[in-house]
């Protein structure tokens, strides 16, 4: 053991948050000097330790000269310790700095306080100071330029600080922008006057987003004091789309374009442009960046993020080529993908505004985006301003879409069987039947007349059912499972159409020859190709003005997911455009979707699957990840859930040559990596560690966490130890697809749904899986979704939640639900609800099957009322007029809120009639027992 680590043993915490402390301000481009040893002269910025105050303030952790001056102060401690209560000790040391050492202004205007972990930040010239988180210290330089702004403020030549600037913006100037846009720009710049560190825009797919945020952007430039602006998309072709809209931006005061005026960089390598005042680039790359990574290869940009995801969440340290404070704004584009998990990281590094865009927000995404959701533009109404084009559902279904297929092994039936990974093929005669369900076509099995059978139907209703009286076929759309999935739909399309090759294209990430983005661009203005098929490159984001049809050949789970599919199909076009690319339309009015898996039927949720790494992300590559060090929660998920699966399809030798190898059976080490991510069993964990070190209470957030990792640690250990498993794992795999071409598929439905009970249907699944996603957050449903009930709802429970479904993207409310059941089946829905928020209660419990009728809250409180009083009189029990009138009033403010109290007594038609005081005087001292007791029988 080396003198130097030996001697970091004996270092109290204190101590060791110093060296860090030091560590950093170091790599921040500071010198770190002892008082006794300054030497200003040493640099631009100096942190001299232990620097005596005034009489009385004893002395400052460290004290920040730059340029000779001392601009601010940095309060050091332990780490663990909380930061916000250091803010008087450090603000107090700004004040006592002696009067004969020179600073840029007293009080100082920067003060830090820091653990070495955690550090925040308080700037004096801001409009309303108050502490940030930061990353790490900002640059001197940078500090420099805040107080040369600041100075210019003073003499009235400029907006000063970013901060400040942003409090004296004009108005908007709505010259060129649709109403949604300006709307939106208005509330983003009003959230970030009041220093709100995060801001979400949700705007519809097509409704101008990235056109909005250009002139944003310019505004945030001219007026603001914005000095540059980092622009994140999540794919390559996203980040060339969003060059051209800024280079097609024209500023509404002068008419010139916006790159006329500033400089925008569209990264294609891991090197901002210093002069550069807006800055384009993927997440991947940014991710790169800041890790310091070799050049990225582009590949990896047009990728999904889940596939290059890293393998495990990234600790940045500091790029000194990227600063904190390199950026003013952070526009995160579709940002429901790209701030989660690992890339997360990328976003908390800087000392930013960060402003959402997405047309599909998840729950998470108001989380991360601190509930601040400051604009909405639905599609619906996006439609109405005609903005959007609504949407028509087309169904397909098929026997073996529906219900899969049984080939009998007779001794002579040959099948054949084709590597996904090489491409090689072998025949062997069918020894046992091959019996397979819908779910796995194209994954394990091909059925080509499946295929066949639905391209066949899509090709003869085209011009009499789907587009009537058209004659060329529209610009289309089609998502597919895989990319092999996506070469057998190219194939097919071009025999059943009888079509050359330009007419259907694929074009996924791994297209080779002609680029993609030459494609979609190909796709886009050009009449050639007809068909489009992708899986997911261009499932989001990418405009396609003429697209007219959307067909889905893959199931989606994830309602984010499909909304940003489906939304592809939504952008208007003028009659010109459109007509130069399929000239036998006139104006597109709406597009299709064309649905043959399902999926416009089936329940989405916005939950994650167990299995949270993308099929095309191989058993091997996950278990190499695991020999690596990696020990996620996510990875030991996945892993579990594909050993789970993998289980099922060996045989018993091969189970048995596992089991040899990691010395229990498969099943049993699936499935401790599968409990290993129990939220209960960790929180559990915790508490029993708790109780064992005699430590009362409930176990920490952290501590919960901790409890899971080790959990998570432990299941990965036999893999993480042991290289033969891992490959004996790797080899059983099975790469190879099964092509039944034996089985002959039949149509057993195809036609538009105008059905109005089918959307119904959908928004009574939706809702229910809501419930299901929710029970466990949203208190109203977590206390509603037992029987017994746990606890009563409370109004403000059931406020919350009405508030909750309101958001997009379903945009629910009471009366929407209540009229999609009365749509499903009006036997079991009495009287008209939806009107009160209360009957999310009525409709919460018909949702989970605990009534058999869906009646207004109302009626349920008169029934229970009507009960109760029937069961006083068979009791003995009578009331006055006087109080059977109180007795319907409490039952009236009981169905209006889930309760009453005495308070209550004294507001609205009780008030009318004498209020608490009279309600005394009617029932006496048994008026509170009378309440608690209503509030029982009424409410139960």
Request: charged share 25%.
């Amino acid at each position: 053991m080396s003198d130097e680590v030996g001697a970091a043993e004996y270092l109290t915490p204190e101590e060791r948050a110093r060296l860090e402390i030091d560590k950093q301000l170091r790599a921040c481009g500071w010198e770190v000097q002892d008082h006794k040893a300054i030497n200003l002269s040493a640099g631009l910025g100096v942190a001299v330790r232990e620097f005596p105050l005034k009489k009385g303030y004893g002395r400052a952790d460290y004290l920040l000269y730059v340029d000779r001056k001392v601009v601010g102060v940095l309060e050091a401690k332990r780490e663990g310790q909380t930061l916000t209560g250091v803010e008087p000790q450090s603000g107090r040391y700004a004040d006592g700095l002696p009067d004969s050492v020179p600073a840029v202004r007293r009080p100082l205007p920067f003060v830090y306080e820091s653990t070495g972990i955690e550090t925040r930040f308080t700037s004096l010239l801001d409009p309303k100071p108050r502490s940030r988180e930061v990353h790490t210290f900002h640059r001197p330089e940078h500090l420099l330029e805040l107080l040369r702004q600041n100075e210019l403020f003073t003499r009235g030549e400029g907006p000063g600080t970013f901060r400040r600037g942003l409090g004296s913006m004009p108005p908007v100037n709505p010259k060129g922008l649709r109403l949604a846009q300006y709307e939106a720009i208005g509330q983003i710049e009003e959230s970030l006057a009041q220093d709100k560190p995060r801001a979400l825009v949700q705007m519809a797919t097509g409704s101008g987003k990235t056109y909005a945020a250009a002139s944003l952007s310019y505004r945030l430039l001219k007026f603001g004091g914005a000095k540059r602006i980092l622009f994140l998309v999540d794919r390559g072709n996203l980040g060339r789309q969003t060059l051209s809209e800024f280079e097609a931006f024209a500023t509404p005061d002068t008419g010139r374009l916006f790159t006329e005026l500033y400089n925008v960089q569209h990264l294609t390598t891991n090197t901002v442009n210093p002069a550069s005042n807006v800055v384009i680039t993927t997440i991947q790359r940014l991710h790169s960046m800041l890790r310091d990574e070799p050049e990225l290869d582009p590949k990896v940009e047009e990728s999904s993020l889940e596939e290059e995801a890293p393998r495990q969440v990234a600790e940045f340290g500091y790029n000194a080529a990227l600063p904190i404070e390199a950026f003013d704004v952070v526009i995160v584009d579709e940002c429901h993908r790209s701030i989660y998990g690992v890339w997360r990281q990328a976003l908390d590094y800087f000392d930013a505004h960060l402003i959402g865009l997405t047309a599909t927000p998840s729950k998470q995404t108001y989380g991360f985006f601190k509930q601040n959701l400051v604009f909405s533009y639905t599609h619906e109404r996006a439609v109405k301003d005609r903005v959007n084009v609504d949407f028509d559902v087309y169904r397909i279904r098929t026997r073996i879409g529906e219900n899969g297929s049984t080939v009998e092994a007779d001794g002579e039936t040959v099948v054949t069987f084709k590597d996904r990974l090489t491409g090689r093929t072998r025949q062997a005669v069918l020894e046992d039947d091959l019996i397979y369900s819908a779910s796995a076509l194209d994954r394990s099995v091909v059925a080509p007349d499946q295929l066949r059978t639905v391209i066949r139907t899509f090709r003869e209703r085209l011009f009499t059912e789907i587009f009537p009286g058209r004659t060329e076929v529209p610009k289309t759309l089609i998502f597919a499972k895989d990319d092999g999935h996506a070469d057998r739909i190219v194939q097919m399309l071009r025999e059943e159409f009888n079509e050359e090759n330009r007419f259907a294209v694929k074009i996924t990430y791994k297209t080779t020859g002609a680029k993609p983005e030459e494609l979609l661009s190909d796709f886009r203005t050009s009449y050639w190709p007809r068909i489009a098929v992708t899986v997911d490159m261009i499932a989001t984001g990418t405009d396609i003005k003429p697209l007219e049809c959307v067909f889905f050949l893959r199931e989606v789970k994830s309602r984010n997911f499909f909304e940003q599919m489906k939304g592809r199909g939504v952008r208007v076009i003028n009659d010109v455009d459109f007509q130069q690319v399929t000239p036998d339309a006139r104006t597109k009015t709406h597009f299709v979707i064309v649905d043959a898996v399902g999926v416009t039927t089936t329940a989405l949720n916005e939950t994650a699957p167990l299995d949270k790494t993308p099929k095309s992300v191989g058993l091997d590559k996950l278990l190499q990840r695991v020999a690596e060090g990696a020990a996620t929660p996510d990875l030991a998920s996945t892993i579990g859930s594909r050993l789970t699966r993998l289980a099922k399809t060996l045989s018993a030798p091969e189970l048995a040559e596992v089991a040899e190898s990691a010395g229990i059976s498969l099943s049993t080490l699936a499935g401790a990596l599968v409990a290993s991510v129990d939220p209960d069993a960790a929180l559990d964990a915790a508490s029993k560690a708790r109780a064992a070190a005699g430590q009362d209470g409930e176990p920490s957030e952290a501590e919960v966490i901790a409890a899971r990792q080790a959990r998570v640690e432990e299941a990965l250990q036999p893999l993480m130890a042991n290289p033969e498993l891992r490959t004996v794992l790797a080899r059983k795999r099975n790469t190879e697809r099964t092509i039944d071409e034996v089985s002959q598929d039949e149509l057993l439905e195809a036609g538009p749904v105008t059905d109005p009970s089918v959307r119904a249907q959908q928004t009574a699944q939706d809702f229910r899986a809501f419930l299901d996603t929710n029970r466990h957050e949203i208190e109203a449903i977590q206390a509603l979704y037992e029987v017994p009930y746990k606890r009563r709802v409370t109004f403000s429970d059931i406020r919350k939640l009405a508030t909750e479904i309101a958001r997009p993207p379903h945009q629910w409310t009471p009366k929407q639900l209540w009229e999609a059941y009365e749509q499903l089946d009006r036997s079991k829905v009495r009287g008209s609800g939806g009107e009160a928020r209360t009957d999310l209660v009525s409709l919460i419990r018909y949702a989970l099957a605990q009534e058999n009728e869906l009646v207004p809250y109302r009626s349920t409180v008169d029934e229970r009322l009507a009960g109760w009083l029937l069961t006083q009189q068979q009791a003995g029990r009578t009331f006055t007029k006087v109080q059977l009138e109180w007795l319907h009033r409490i039952a009236d403010i009981i169905a209006a809120s889930l309760e009453v109290t005495l308070d209550d007594l004294d507001e609205g038609e009780s008030a009318l009639h004498g209020g608490l005081g009279k309600a005394y005087g009617v029932f006496g001292n048994q008026l509170q027992p009378l309440l608690e007791e209503l509030n029982q029988v009424l409410v139960a």
